[in-house]
Nanobody
Framework: QVQLVESGGGLVQGGGSLRLSCAAS????????MGWFRQAPGKEREFAAT????????YYADSVKGRFTISRDNAKNTVYLQMNSLKPEDTAVYYC???????????????????WGQGTQVTVSS
């Protein structure tokens, strides 16, 4: 079983920054792609960013490209999401997820992820 625990959410003014962390335990973290998703009130969960097993390749949703950066530290079993230039429309619960298949490149579909964290709230005020 894999456990994912997010942290770093909070309330920030528009234009500000936050850094989310996701600590993983329970299996070989470095073999699996990781992703961040988000769900705003009344909306479906949507893909935000993903990073491959080594950290060498990343992919972003258009809505966050150029503002968010995903990274990972395999020695610490942790994946990060640095969020800059935050907008009120970024307000959502942010979820960390671990791919279900080792070596999978850059999964963007929620069905490609097997394990999910509990989520952390990010609120951006205008």
């Amino acid at each position: 079983q894999v456990q994912l625990v997010e942290s770093g959410g909070g309330l920030v003014q528009g234009g500000g920054s936050l850094r989310l962390s996701c600590a993983a335990s329970g299996r070989t973290f470095s073999s699996y792609a990781m992703g961040w998703f988000r769900q705003a009130p009344g909306k479906e969960r949507e893909f935000a960013a993903t990073i491959n097993w080594s950290g060498g390749t990343t992919y972003y949703a258009d809505s966050v490209k150029g503002r968010f950066t995903i990274s990972r530290d395999n020695a610490k079993n942790t994946v990060y999401l640095q969020m800059n230039s935050l907008k009120p429309e970024d307000t959502a619960v942010y979820y960390c997820a671990a791919a279900g298949t080792p070596g999978l490149g850059l999964p963007v579909g929620s069905n490609e992820y097997k394990y999910w964290g509990q989520g952390t709230q990010v609120t951006v005020s205008s």
